[in-house]
């Protein structure tokens, strides 16, 4: 077709992106090699979950530029991935996912380096996340999205106008599927709601009460939740019900069936009793590829800036037709999370003891088996066992003494609260202010308070 | 292999055996096998598609593998068909992969009834005047075309065929069929045996909402010469008259029923969807008509005939605060009556079938049976050809579009998308392909552009300068990103019409990577 062809280049289609100027495009968008040689050699993404959404992401950013990714997953691989987490085959089955995958895409992609985690995400340092230029998430559960969003905002820091500071943004693209529906969104804290400024968009799960599985059955759902709530501790007392033994499965689905034939209620399948028991959410590989794809593109955007941004919320809905909306979400001005962090105002006598005490009593806050760390340094830690006997001994030590005796500065906390009456981790930001000390009186910074 | 039940558990929770039954016995042709193509099939071939065939006459380079998963540094100089079935077959032992070595442009000229023997003809990164050919081709043979396009941070997915019915549309939200505006005898009578001022407490907090309202209705009714509340006064008396039969704050049955009691009011007979379905010409069937339409017929016969105005009963109830006892007995008065409904609907269509010259048993009950639960949910898809489209575009559409804030993107895409093929049939590249070009090639994809406005009637209409520029910036560029993103529309919409489950879409998607702002034209 034309005259003169190009340099065979492995960059072909991207370098038309990358290389030259537009008009729709980021303020900080500079075309030239010198961005794609950038962003290969120095951009450093991490993709949370090696699932569904991670398997694709991997994929998608190495095709899409960037050489140096990280993926962390505690999962190993399960038949039942098989029909959308591409990366695994079957003779992978038991395998660690993060693994497995990072191997398939280094075999495909040559120049491509892919460090595999095969953990729980609080397992790692906090200073691990920092060292990635953006997080990309690939996860299931609100849980672990809440507890990333909350280690990406730690490392957040505002200037004395409550302005974010930029060098602080931690960007995050996140993305999740139901069947035939999904989002994909934005999320640069301090900038875009971060994720606990829009939790209100996951609802609560539904739980069907107790009274209702014990008395007055009437969906095969409430056999096998009977079967599975109640039944299972009246007869296995000690044993912890677990839902990945088939032996613990088959009981409570034959429990759940006896009960449905004495009420007459029909519908009880094996099939359904592990969808209701594990809570099993439908996955198809077409909905991973659209959301996954659209999360990568943005990631691409983030390090870049060559096309203008998703701002900031992508919903997507395949059952009847195609419907995909944009909805620009606010932040939550009090966001405990994303906002300044939040303001405690303690005597410089406090030890740092009676601090850890302070915050469990904390109405904001109600954090139980808190570590402390500042600037970086672990004053306290609960866990494990050495370096909590490492750190023991600043428990006595007064927290104005140990912070370097500053009269105000960011404080990260990493415990358990609970919420729903359910235990999590989580990680959060606090501003201590030293009552007492130079220039406190005045303080009107202290906004997220 | 592992058993696949477990294996597709994930997905046969969406689309149930029947669905993957019909998905392991298609056939799908794939035409181009960059990243668009090969992500499409990637999708298709991991949830157990039946066989594949990748045509594409063209040689892996160095560049295909910066944007295809599915080649590596061995294929390189390689037919890309015969590399990307490879990696393709790797994913799923259980699909028959094959390939052709040949350019679909070739094979569309020479060969078109090479298209007859698939169930589906997925063609991507065709240029227009391909399009034009193959979907002719497809339409006379009756096989189910979907084409699909990335370009840079654009492109379009667009489904092509007669005409696609869909029994198990699955919509989301949809009323559940109550019959609370007009209960049949049964339902009236199990309600009159039960009664509401019972003494017993937690009797009285455990009578279902449904009996509730059917004997307040009654009771209404018999008060108001036989009609039900219609006015918004009478609604809030009706559920005035609720709330005085709650004993205490913790009913929830009685909260259910206020909440339901709109189901009371609705309107009854059938919507106005299904009855421009009945109406259809089609439904007058003959020994050519289709099992779903000889269904259909069945249907119209049954509204005016049995079924009072209204569809055959869907059958199932939803969960709801009730004892055990009761829900059960309730249960069972619908399932009785949904099963009365199969029975005169099925013998309507034995007689339809008989009438036609067909063998009246030549649709299984099975098939009776879920179109009688679904009734109220019958979906018809209908595509206009795409020469028709290109053509005469819908006018007003297409303007009111250009001039729409929300639209202006999506169909500016749609225009430029035309436009760069116009371009390439008349300067040998596609605008922006080749750097040196590039100054020149702007101007030339500006007035091309106006010139197919011209072409469509919408004189005078321009187009963003911005996105223009934009367009030739991304020369042709096939991304991998933008690929896995429109092949996993085309992806699942090739699902949705195998498995005739859900709703495909109508006109065409254009995918808009800039902002997401991705918009169907109808066009």
Known sequence: ?449 | MAEPKVKYDRQLRIWGEQGQAALEKSSICLLNSGPTGSETLKNLVLGGIGSITVVDGSKVEEGDLGNNFMVDESSIGQSKAKCVCSFLQELNDAVKAKFIEEYPEELIETNPSFFSQFTLVVATQLVEDSMIKLDRICREANVILIFARSYGLAGFVRISFKEHTVIESKPEHFLDDLRLNNPWPELKSLAEGIELNVQDPVAHKHIPYVIILVKVADEWAKSHGGALPSTREEKREFKELIKARMRGQDEDNYKEAIEASFKVFSPQGISSDLQQIVNDSSAEVDSNSSDFWVLVAALKEFIANEGGGETPLEGSIPDMTSSTEQYVNLQNIYQKKAEADIVAIERRVRSILKKIGRDSNSIPRTTIKSFCKNSRKLKICRFRLIEDEFNSPNLPELQKYLTDEDFSTAVGIYILLRAVDRFAANYNSFPGQYESAMEEDIPRLKSTASGLLNDLGCNGATLAEDLINEMCRFGAAELHAVAALVGGIASQEIIKLITRQFVPMSGTFIFNGIDHKSQLLSL
């Open chain 1, 1 to 449: 077709m034309a005259d003169t062809s190009p340099q065979p280049s492995r960059s072909r289609d991207l370098d038309k992106l990358l290389l030259r100027p537009g008009n729709l495009v980021g303020p900080r968008f500079e075309p030239g090699p010198e961005t794609r040689d950038d962003l290969q050699a120095y951009a450093r993404v991490l993709v949370v979950g090696a699932g569904g959404l991670g398997c694709e992401l991997l994929k998608d950013l190495a095709l899409t530029g960037f050489r140096n990714l990280d993926v962390i997953d505690m999962d190993r691989i399960e038949v039942t991935n098989l029909n959308r987490q591409f990366l695994f085959r079957l003779e992978d089955v038991g395998k660690p996912k993060a693994e497995v995958a990072a191997k398939r895409v280094m075999e495909r992609i040559s120049g491509v380096n892919i460090v595999p985690h095969f953990c729980r995400i609080e397992d790692k340092d906090i200073s691990f996340y920092n060292d990635f230029n953006i997080i990309a998430l690939g996860l299931d559960s609100i849980e672990a999205r809440s507890y990333i969003n909350g280690v990406a905002c730690s490392f957040l820091e505002y200037d004395s106008y409550n302005n974010p500071r930029e060098e602080t943004i931690k960007p995050m693209v996140d993305g999740g599927t139901e069947g035939f529906k999904g989002h994909a969104r934005v999320i640069l804290p301090g900038i875009t709601p971060c994720f606990e400024c829009t939790i209100w968009l996951f609802p609560p799960q539904v739980k069907f009460p107790l009274c209702t599985l014990a008395e007055t059955p009437r969906t095969a759902a409430h056999c096998i939740e009977y079967a599975h709530l109640i039944k299972w501790n009246e007869v296995h007392g000690g044993t912890a019900f677990d839902p990945d033994d088939p032996e613990h499965m088959k009981w409570v689905y034959n429990e759940a069936l006896k009960r449905a034939e004495l009420f007459g209620i029909p519908g009880v399948t094996y099939s359904l009793t592990q969808g209701v028991v594990k809570n099993i959410i439908p996955a198809i590989a077409s909905t991973n590829a659209i959301i996954s794809a659209a999360c990568a593109l943005e990631t691409l955007k983030i390090a870049t800036e060559c096309s203008k941004t998703l701002s900031n919320y992508l919903s997507y809905n395949g059952t009847q037709g195609v419907h995909t909306k944009v909805t620009e979400f606010e932040r939550d001005k009090d966001c405990l999370v994303c906002g300044p962090g939040v303001l405690i105002e303690v005597e410089p006598s406090v030890t740092l003891q009676k601090f850890i005490y302070l915050l469990e009593e904390h109405p904001k806050l109600w954090l139980s088996r808190a570590s402390v760390s500042h600037q970086g340094k672990n004053l306290y830690l609960q866990a494990p066992t050495v370096l909590e006997e490492m750190t023991r001994s600043n428990l006595s030590q007064t927290l104005f003494n140990l912070m370097g005796k500053v009269t105000r500065d960011i404080v990260h906390v990493n415990g358990t609260a609970t919420k729903n009456d359910q235990k999590i981790s989580c990680m959060r930001k606090l501003l201590v202010v030293f009552k007492g000390t130079d220039g406190v009186a005045d303080m009107d910074t202290a906004g997220g308070a």
